[in-house]
Structure formats: structure tokens, C-alpha cells
């Protein structure tokens, strides 16, 4: 018998009027920039996050698995208290996600690639050069005019050679297989029915495929597409009725609203700065249980390599905790999706720090909020991130007592 | 597939002379009495405490999971090896344990009200108005005197309102649903049988709820019964099969005395003292090899509210410990089943203080015994409660080597 995914607080839930605050620093993780040195997060003058480790519990997560270096999804969805091994998004849904497509159930939604074809329809290049973004735009346009038999098509620009097609109408079903060869000079493959109930669904992508040669015929090098990752918007139970919060996000970037959205939250308008995301969360306070704050900077500026600018952005952030606080949340929970040391200039497996802070927290000796301080902290320096919501429910008073 | 629950010890026990002791501090763990200051363990003088963890190895255990809350029985099921979600136990029978009642195989308890009926027989009150516990014995004492039809009954006060039922007789089962409509202004439910084996039993309760009225008529408020949680004693795997243990419990209150007893193992006669106790196990530790000793203060006084007398609860643990140590066990686990930190007043799902003292213990950090020094512990700050049985196991040599 498989466990039930939220066996520790299902049925345990009670609500009240209390708040969380979950503010997830993408990325938050790092590496020393030298020998010896200090991370970016310990380098950072952080004194209100200091102050908040001081009087919270402190540990380092693991988002995924021991190892595991997470994409923003699985990074999220560990956070969120979605266990990522158990709650996997295809791809084509997490490319809606991304862009911020509203996909509705039923749907399928695919990532596209252009690609080049030679005159006997060979791949030679499965990027199409990696065609910059602005011609996808001008392509991607082209092709979310082609008209399909019997369904609804939506095609927008993800970035580069990369682009989101969906499709709309009845009978759809997302078993059907990628038409990427994975090698040059062989021919895109025909989308392939995996079950008898998605045979509708490849014939209408591979007309989709067929038209868009027909489409992109004039403009090499992007005069192909390549299909993967059909995938339906996954029907996971919501966040309201697995934890029983009524949530918001605020997050400018599209990714993270569409895997807020994916859960059920209610994503908040687009916010032009973190000053404006942190308005978003002071003017409807009010209205919800549970804010996800979401800030990209310390995650772009690791990717970029740059030490000294990731510890700026957190920095930046440090500057907002009060505002925050004054707002007088039961439970504030500051972490990362992963980790991004500069030192690598990508996401890395390495522990997460995480400080969870609530009048009940029992102290613990971790005085500043850094990789090696939270090591030492009460929870502990290894802890699954799945953990992080059922505890804020607990800080919350939003679990009964399990059992007499 | 469904995990083996003992596959940790499953085929490696190995029997010896060796002798474990297990002291459970009711609602051991605790949180500071006021900011920055210490917990009721870390104020506590606990010279013998002290000297055991600075021997020993340490850390903090989860009863349940993360967050969760634990009620007395997963509480004590855990730091038996019982994980508490695989081995849930049933209202009826629990409460059976809780008032020492002797279940046997086939017996179906349940958990009664007593409530208030008006003249049309719904209910008014779903508590009777919490009548007192000496009106609760004199009413059960009547309805104990009951005949059913081809089945025994034996009604037992609990508390206030509450009572225990048990059926006996051939042909029961304990899938029936509760009769408490949960609300007031309408009848009590009939009993129904949720399988074909239950439809006897639905038929003895039902018999039980109508004679229950009758007996009670003059008896106002408390004029009828809600049963809930029917449930036979369940047929978990013994002690001392699954650890191979000989196991006695020395424990005074009729709940951990009940639990002891669910798992096979011997209950000592009711002691009158804790001093008592430990002469328990002084005058029978040849007979055993494995000793469940039950302290039941260091949980009231957390549940009054009390951090000082939780404090001086501790300390006179503390003095009890040469006692045990002169016993010259192999293996001495002192811990609790959960945290019940006077802040609070109640139980808690803060994680518990442990320590494990055996000759061969790793020396760890730890050099008191307390909730934050417990942190840097060999054992973690988040272990799970059911490691302790295996390690005991382990240091007490009775497991082989898994595999050449």
C-alpha cells in the first residue's frame, strides 16, 4: 500500500486566523569565494535575518534528494511541502508554468524546439543556431496562427530555440511520444499514440509538425519543430485543500507564478520590483493564510558567477525582513529552492539554509543566519524540505493533536 | 510494496544475557519559561542526567513526523519501535488500554458519552454537561449490570462524561460506525455494520444504545449514550517477538500501563510511588530483559502550566538514576514520548531530548542533558523516535551482522 503523500497532517488540520510567510531566496545556497572564505550568504551583512535566526530554528533542506541538484520546479514544489520524486511535472506543463500560459485540464501542452532541416526534412541542427529570442517572438507568432483540424492551438516563446505549444479541444490525451530524434541527419519521428486514448493527440501533433514546416519553409535556419514532454496540467490536490491555506504568491517571474498557479494559489498581480511584491503582501494581508514572497536575484546573480552582487541581493532582502515583520506574521520561514553557488555558476545539490521563526521556536545556538551556523541549529542540517509546511502549520496552531 | 515495519531488525535478533532499561519522562521536552532563558531541563540540576549524556550518546527524537503533535499512545508506540502511522490504534481499544482493561482477542471497545436526550430522543447536549467523575461511576456501574443478548458487556468509567464499553461474545467485529451525530438536535445514529462479519456486532450495540436509554431514563442529564470508535484489541506483532525481548513495564497510570500491555509485555503491579517503581525493577531485573519505567509528573506539571514544579519533576528523576545505574544495565535509553512544554500547557511537536548510555557509546559533544545540548548530539536533532529500539538492540549485542 502506498503512503498516503501528506500522511503526517492529513486529518490533523484545523484552521484559525493565523499567517505564514514563506519567502524563498532562489538560489539562496552558495559555496566560499575563495579558499577558506565565506559564502554569500555569510559574507552578506544581514543583521534582520541575523535577528531572526537568533530567535528562530535554524537548518540547512534538502529540496529533492541526497545529491540531487533541483530545477525550479522540483525546488518549489519541496518547499511547498510537494514531495518532487512524488509530484513530477512534465515538461510541457512546466513550460506553461513558465511562460505563465493558464493551462486548463484537458489541454496538452508540449516544449517546442526549432530546429534546421536539410531539403530531404534531415535534422542538422537540433537548436536551429540557437536562434535569438526576438526571432522566436517574430516565429512563434507565424505559428500560433496555423489552424488544426478540430482543436484550439497556442504557441508562445519560451527564449531562444525554445517555445510552448499547446492544445486545446476534446479527447486530448498526453501519452503520446517526443518527435526529437536526439541526433542530427535523421528525420524528426512521428508523435507516437502511447495509449489508444492519445491516438487523437498525436495525429493533431503531427499535423501540427507538418503545417509548421509548411510555415517556417522560408526561414532558415528555424525551418522545423521538434516536440517533447506532452504533458496535461497534473491534477495534484491544491495547496488549500492539502494544507488547508488559503495562499498568495507574490513573484514577478513567470516560472514561479505558474508553479504557484499549478498548486492553486492565488498568484498576485504582476509586481514591477520586490518593493512592489512586498506591498502586494502588506495591502492583502488580510485576505489570505499563507503568502509566498518570491525573489529571483540572488539565484541570477549566482548563475552569472558573480560573488559579490548575489551577496548584494541578499543584502537587498535583508532590508525588507522588518516590513515583513512588522506585519506580525505567526510563522516566517526565509529559505532557498536550491542552492546557486557562484563558484559554480548553476544550481548545485548542496543543503539549502532555512530559518523558521515563530514565538514557540525552542532556541537554538545558531546566532547568524549562514551554511555553517545553520548547520549546527535544531533542524538540523540535512532536513527533507518537505518538512518545512507541515511545521509551519504546526507553529501556526493549524494541527490537532494526533491520536489520544 | 509495503515496507517490512521491522525490516530494520527482521532476522538479526540474537539472543544474550543482556539487560535494557527504557525511563520515559512524560512530556520530557520543553521550551524556555521566559525569552532567552532555559527549558525546564536545561534549569533542572540533573548532576546523574548529566553524567549519563556526557557518557553517552544524545540528540532529540520525533515521536510521529515532523510537526506532529503526538498523543500519549504514538508517543509511547514510537520510542517502543512501533511506528505510530503504521501501528494505529483504534478509540475503543486505546481507551481500553487507558483504563486497564484487560481486552481479549475478538472483544470489541468502544469509546461511550454520555449525552442528553430530549423527550423526542435527540440529542441536547453531546457531553451531558461534562457530568462529574463520581456521577460517571455510579451511572456505569448500571449500565455495567446490562444484559445483551448472547454477548457480554463490561462498562467502565473514564472520566467526566466519557466511558468504555466492551462487547464480548463469538462473531464480533469492530467495523461498525460511531453513533454521536456530532451535532445536537438530532437522534443518536444506529450502529451500522460497514462489512457483513460487523452486522451481529451493529446489532449488540444498537441493543446496548436502547437498554442505555432505558436504564438511564430517570437520569437526567445524563439520559442516553453516544458510542464511537469501535475497535478489537489489535493484532500487532509482540515486543518480544518483533525485538526478542522479555519486556516488563513499571508504570503507574492505567494509559501506559494499557500500551505496555497491547504489545505483550508484562505490567508490574501498580505501584504507589515512583520510588516504588524502581524497587519494581530492583526486585524482578533478573526475571527481564528489557524495562519500560514510566514517570508521569514531568507531563502534569508541563500540562499545568507549571515550569518550576516541571523542573523539580525532573530533578527528582535525576535522583533515581544511581539506583538504575547500580542495576549495571547494558543499555539505559532515558528520553520521553514528547515535549510538553510548560509555555504551552499541553503536548507539542518540538522534538525530544534522548540519550542512549551504553559501555560502548562514541563519545559525542553533549556534556549536560538538555534540549539545545542535545543538538550537537551523536544521535541528531531530529531522529526518528523508532531508532532508539534497534540502537538498544545494538548496543545491547543482540543483533548480528547484516549480510557477510
Redesign the interface.
Known sequence: ?Q?HPF???AG?LSANNSKIILLVLDGLGGLPGRPHGLTELEAAETHNLDALAKEGSC?LHLPVRPGITPGSGPGHLGVFGYDPLTFEVGRGALAAAGTGFDLQPGDVAVRGNFCSLDEAGRVTDRRAGRIDTGTNRRLCEKLDAIELDGAELFVQTIKEHRFLAVIRGEGLADDVSDTDPQQTGRKPLDPEAQTPQAERTASVLAQFAERARETLAGDPPANGVLLRGAANKPGWPSFQKVFGLHAAAAAAYPMYRGVARLLGMEVLPQPESFEEEIEQVKERFDEFDFFFVHFKPSDSRGEDGNFEAKKEAIQKVDGFIPALRELNPDVLIVTGDHSTPSQLKAHSWHPVPALLWAP?C????VETFGERACM?????PR?PAT?LL??????AGR??????
Open positions: 500500500m503512503k500522511e503526517q497532517t490533523l537548518g514557540t525552542r532556541p537554538d545556538p549546527a541549529g535544531g533542524l538540523g532536513f518538512d507541515p511545521l509551519a502549520l504546526a507553529y494541527l490537532k493533536k494526533f491520536s489520544a
